[in-house]
């Protein structure tokens, strides 16, 4: 059975992180596009245009508010739903986040990969295949 492919982009400076997803997205039968920074993420967001964004709020250089503005200022990237993940939220900042635009949640770190594979599957219309 062929099911059409998501794109996953995931914008994070933790490379053990985005070798982890990588491989566990594939397997779930994701194309996983990986941005070790802001910059590199905003221009694999405009180039492929991604089903869905996992955001990391605290990168080097650029913060994950910066790039999500940015991604929101962006006619060709405004609409992608994005995920936010983040070990550095406070509360009140969290519910901030759910008021903007295309934010689908705020995840914790450290996340339950299963929840979070479930919620990438919802997010791109995907039957649900994690456990």
């Given amino acids: 059975m062929h099911m059409e492919q998501y794109r996953v982009l995931l914008i994070d400076d933790d490379a053990n992180l985005r070798t982890l997803l990588k491989l566990l997205l594939e397997h779930e039968g994701y194309q996983v596009l990986l941005a070790a920074d802001g910059d590199i993420g905003l221009m694999l967001a405009e180039t492929s245009q991604p089903d869905i964004i996992l955001l990391d709020m605290a990168m080097p250089h650029r913060s ?68």
């Fill in 64 to 131: 994950g508010l910066d790039v999500y503005l940015d991604l929101q200022n962006n006619p060709v990237t405004a609409s992608i739903p994005v995920l936010i993940c983040s070990a550095a939220l406070t509360r009140p900042e969290v519910q901030r986040w759910y008021r903007l635009p295309n934010v689908l949640e705020v995840i914790p770190k450290p996340f339950d990969i299963n929840a979070l594979i479930r919620r990438i599957e919802a997010a791109c219309g995907r039957p649900s295949l994690a456990a």
